[in-house]
């Protein structure tokens, strides 16, 4: 009996990792066109009252961790746009804008968003452009 319970508890867990969607499903749920066209540049673009947020996440310790732009570079390379891309691709849910952490840490908490955010509140409400394209993308825009 106690054999029999192991091993549906075995098939029960294996079943659940087999339906968790891994990183390389979620980065096909997203297009890398997209991401490549009109979420980059959020991050090298300089909004009023705040840094961009490349100075923060670029090689920082966090979940956000944008590859370094090259010395006197405004905007990636290929190579780095990839890298950003599967990094990226791990913190959102697609479909899911108000369950990725990458849309809600910035957001102000009055429209949804976290409770702290070092680079202050990027966007103060989900009607912000910025926001909308970054939210685009997680929905599946192409």
Known sequence: MLRR????SSALVVAALMAA???QARAQALSYEYFKANVEPVFVTKRPGHTRCIVCHAGANNAMRLTPLAAG???FTEEQSKTNFQTLSNIVVPGKPMESHFLTHPLDPHFGGGLYHSGGRQFETTEDPDWKKLAAWVNGAK
């Open 5 to 8: 319970s192991i091993l549906l």
């Open 21 to 23: 969607p891994t990183s």
């Open 73 to 75: 570079a405004a905007t």
